[in-house]
């Protein structure tokens, strides 16, 4: 047992030595909102629960869900269920130079996430809100918008705008 | 050998028996449109290539990708290879009730698909494209569109516009 401690204090040594930037990327990958919600791994896989579009703010969005989310939708169970997560992918629309009447995809201005954990995030109705600009969170003040809009406006459906589209 | 399909042979009939709609739910699942296309079993629960949309025809969609798919787009490999399928959900656009500055998923009015079989599909750059509406595929004529216009527009990128939108 001691011999194996040791074995994997020297490897993580050599590890810092021969890969220094790695700390550096696992601190980022794990950097947290004020609210507390980081990036999930691998939220770019989920499914889909539903894509939306302003015109206002030239802004065509994809909402992706994890499987807890999914499942629920799909049961149509609420509220939903701790370990939630919903993720809102946003990009800015552009003209496609092959076909120009149909926008698509241009620079992606943020990603948002909606964490729901009922005792953690009890104060903003069990949901923790996230807003990432470049991979880095945005300030205190731009998440205190967060809850009060979603409690203002969809408080019957879990504070959760989106709705599944089939 | 022989008891076990007997054994069979009677369960097929009482099935037949208890519930007479489900050949007709079967037939229906794998109902092909005049290319030879059928609707892919699970593709609604396949990741996002991207979103686009159009204000001509007040229509949001979104691009998903199998897994032979989203393999290709991710490492840029072109020609898409064969097993690749291409599931292109559409839907009109209508105001939220609750954010009218958001358009959210109203009616579907089809879903289309691009399947990946070089040998089959030879004279339509690989492809076999169908075009469903409410599950059932649209007329021959409506299909003699697609290739076309893919072959027009987006001849360099294997007759595919959609990009992967991280």
Known sequence: MRRYASTVVVLLAAAWVLFPVLPAAIAADVVAAPTGVTIPKGYR??????PSQRDDTDEIRVILGNSIAMKAFRKNVLPFPDGT????????????????KTFIPGVAPRIEFMVKDSKKYASTGGWGFGRFIDGKPAPAEVHATC????????KDH????TRYAP
């Open 147 to 154: 809850f009060p809009c979603h409690q203002a406006n969809v």
């Open 158 to 161: 879990d504070f959760v705008f």
């Open 85 to 100: 997560i919903l993720a809102k992918l946003a990009w800015k629309r552009v003209k496609s130079p092959e076909f120009p």
């Open 45 to 50: 896989n989920w499914q889909v629960v539903a």
